[in-house]
């Protein structure tokens, strides 16, 4: 499952991962991504993960849709 966070930080996008990740979930975290992408934001990610249960293979999938489309170079690092 893959939960959105409020962290206090409007510009990150912050999610909490416990148990199983589904598709539909990880096409919902992406969709995110898209959307700051496209306002031409860095993306500033805040990732908690409680748990692992699994990744369904269609959300692997997605993943590398994900990173084949638009890469890395969108991601901030910052500490």
Not at 32 to 39: A, G, H, L, Q, V
Not at 56 to 64: G, T
Request: proline letters at 0%.
């Amino acid at each position: 499952m893959i939960e959105m966070v409020d962290i206090g930080f409007d510009k990150a996008v912050a999610y909490r991962i416990e148990g199983k990740v589904t598709e539909e979930e990880i096409t919902s975290i992406f969709a995110k991504f898209k959307e700051k992408i496209k306002k031409g934001e860095k993306l500033i990610l805040y990732q908690e993960i409680t748990s692992i249960g699994g990744v369904e293979f269609d959300a692997v999938v997605e993943k590398f849709k994900f990173l084949f489309d638009f890469g890395i170079s969108h991601f901030s690092n910052s500490t």
